[in-house]
């Protein structure tokens, strides 16, 4: 069983900054990518950032230059700073896993946190 654990969502002004925190857990646990969605109410669940093991990275546009993925393989946890915060950030952000365990692919989800920007 893979776990994510996230932390570092709340409420800040826009023009701010948050920082997330993704860790993630399981034996036998390979991670391929771990990246940021998020959830805004009554929208789809989208794309934010992701990082491989290697270090590339993909970002949504609206985002690009604002937010920055980074990841700590030693330690399974990715991070999510984000900057310039706008009110349209506002949404659960959700952490995501996708590797092998025990030779089976897995993708996993965090609980989600909240992120709320106001204006």
């Known amino acids: 069983q893979v776990q994510l654990v996230e932390s570092g969502g709340g409420l800040v002004q826009a023009g701010g900054s948050l920082r997330l925190s993704c860790a993630a857990s399981?034996?036998?646990?390979?991670?391929?990518?771990m990246g940021w969605y998020r959830q805004a109410p009554g929208k789809q669940r989208d794309l934010v950032a992701r990082?491989?093991?290697?270090?590339?990275?993909d970002y949504a546009d609206s985002v690009k230059g604002r937010f920055a993925i980074s990841r700590d393989n030693a330690k399974n946890t990715v991070y999510l700073q984000m900057n310039s915060l706008k009110p349209e950030d506002t949404a659960v952000y959700y952490c995501?896993?996708?590797?092998?365990?025990?030779?089976?692919?897995?993708?996993?989800w965090g609980q989600g946190t909240q992120v709320s920007v106001s204006s």
């Open positions: 995501n896993a996708v590797g092998l365990r025990i030779g089976i692919l897995y993708n996993a």
């Open positions: 399981g034996s036998s646990l390979s991670i391929n990518s």
């Open positions: 990082i491989t093991s290697g270090g590339s990275t």
